[in-house]
């Protein structure tokens, strides 16, 4: 299948992501309530956004350094953002805040499946966008390889994570009908979205270090993060108050 590329539309969708991501966190925060403060609300929202467009660039430029070598004039240049280092960046950026400002309600649970919503409004921009997009898959010579314009036939990566995250926002809505705890929605979906990326980077043409691209690092890492955070939360769920005589 031969998709011919229309780059500027990549723009086009990437707002697009946005808003979707917007409309459907506040149709969530409507429906659910919230806890915060208007103010400590704000503060979160503006602290995620800051703390996802440094991630991301950073984790884009690197992304860029076992070809180019490490220059710091790779920050000036166009391109170079990343999804994975926008969440990681928004997340640990949101963790620092609410710990400055002993704010202990859990915050994330509203945002992820608008950010699966909005993550796959993006990719649609990165499908159209084609080889300029650099998220294209390995060779391949199944039947629904795609065509980005150089004549060979390509996983489409992006229709792939289009796909997974459609599952996953059904699944997390389903979740969400049940009885949990705050704070588990995000931390499913975080686990989940790496998880994916760490397999899905393997049928991606991206240098490699160690054996795995930087992006594979850095899901790892999240991935370890995530895990250690759990077993401190099931360590506090199950410490016995010591009783005074």
Known sequence: MHLEPHPALHILFEALAYLTGYLFYRRARTRS???????????IIATAAIGALVGSRILGVLEQVPQTGLYWQLFLLPGGKTIVG?????WLAVELTKRLRHITVRTGDLFAIPLCIGIAVGRIGCLLAGL???????PTALPWGIDFGDGIPRHPTQLYEILFLVILAAILHRYNQRPHREGSTFRIFLAAYLSWRFLI???????LVHGLNLI????????????????????????VPSVRA
């Open 33 to 43: 309530g919230d806890l915060l403060a208007e103010d400590e609300r704000w503060v």
């Open 86 to 90: 926008g969440l990681l960046g928004g």
């Open 132 to 138: 300029a997009d650099d998220t294209y898959g390995t």
């Open 201 to 207: 980077d393997f049928i991606k043409p991206q240098p």
């Open 216 to 239: 594979q690092w850095a899901c790892a890492a999240g991935l370890a993060a995530l895990a250690i955070g759990q077993v401190h939360r099931l360590a506090e769920r199950t410490e």
